[in-house]
């Protein structure tokens, strides 16, 4: 039976049932701040990778996409060069991908953070290409 404002007797009221160190999960592996059992317990890396190799696949796609569309419709030679960069980032992170997988388990062994600023910064600017040569290319008037 709950106790007054739906709490079961005896529990911190706003806490979540489960575990009792504090962190209202159910407990196992990668909730006691075991690094290894981190490691085992899921698939971190790999949807990191994945999560990864999806960025830059629709990064490429809006890069050659937004170049081919630029191409056909007759836009100006620099906006179909602002798309350029896009697909160069988008190279970049792909090629980066297994050193990425491999630092990010690494990662997850020792318990420390993964830093990623540079693969953030790269994906940064290739999406902000990509919305400069959309932005070059309607300006310009392919879309008349």
């Not at 690094?35 to 999560?51: I, N």
């Not at 792909?94 to 830093?115: K, M, N, V």
Request: charged residues 15%; contains cysteine.
């Amino acid at each position: 039976m709950n106790g007054p404002g739906g709490s079961a007797p005896g529990s911190v009221p706003g806490s979540v049932p489960g575990n009792d160190d504090g962190t209202g999960g159910a407990g196992g592996a990668g909730s006691t701040g075991d690094p290894q059992g981190a490691v085992d317990s899921g698939l971190q890396g790999e949807r990191t990778r994945f999560a990864w190799v999806r960025t830059a696949t629709v990064l490429a796609a809006g890069g050659l996409g937004g170049a081919g569309v630029a191409l056909r419709a007759g836009a100006p030679a620099g906006a179909v060069l602002l798309f350029v960069p896009a697909v160069f980032c988008a190279f970049l992170l792909l090629t980066q991908t297994g050193i990425r997988y491999r630092r990010a388990q690494e990662a997850l062994r020792r318990g420390g953070p993964l830093d990623d600023r540079a693969d953030a910064l790269i994906a940064w600017i290739g999406t902000l290409a990509v919305v400069a040569g959309a932005a070059v290319s309607v300006l310009a008037g392919i879309g008349r």
